[in-house]
């Protein structure tokens, strides 16, 4: 069993930056896919980024691969979502998820929200035109 915390979110300008935090409750030991999901009021969930635990390979939809950035510091339990450039379509609820997974699989796993077994609570981020 992994719990995730989410914290960072908060309220923005557009053009602005935040970074989102995730902790989870124990070390992530093996093949995890950590991932940053979001949910705007009447859309879908979608993946925003997703990472590997043992390579650290980041994985992201096209359209945010210049704005966002994942990271993971194993030394403390947590992962990361830097977004600069904030839009007001960027304006959800960030949840972070994680799975069992190889490497190779984190990547396809990032289309999929079902893939994912544990969740955080989330944390909103709203920005501003």
């Known amino acids: 069993q992994v719990h995730l915390q989410e914290s960072g979110g908060g309220s923005v300008q557009a053009g602005g930056s935040l970074r989102l935090s995730c902790v989870a409750s124990?070390?992530?030991?093996?093949?995890?896919?950590l991932g940053w999901f979001r949910q705007a009021p009447g859309k879908e969930r979608e993946g925003v980024a997703a990472?590997?635990?043992?390579?650290?390979?980041?994985n992201y939809p096209t359209y945010l691969l210049a704005r966002f950035e994942v990271s993971l510091d194993k030394a403390k339990n947590t992962l990361y979502l830097q977004m600069n450039s904030l839009k007001p379509e960027d304006t959800a609820m960030y949840y972070c998820?994680?799975?069992?997974?190889?490497?190779?699989?984190?990547?396809?796993?990032?289309?999929?929200?079902?893939?994912?077994?544990?969740w955080g609570q989330g944390t909103q981020v709203t920005v501003s035109s």
């Open positions: 998820a994680a799975a069992e997974a190889p490497d190779t699989l984190c990547e396809y796993y990032l289309s999929g929200d079902f893939n994912f077994v544990y």
């Open positions: 124990r070390i992530i030991v093996g093949d995890y896919c």
């Open positions: 990472i590997s635990t043992r390579v650290g390979h980041a």
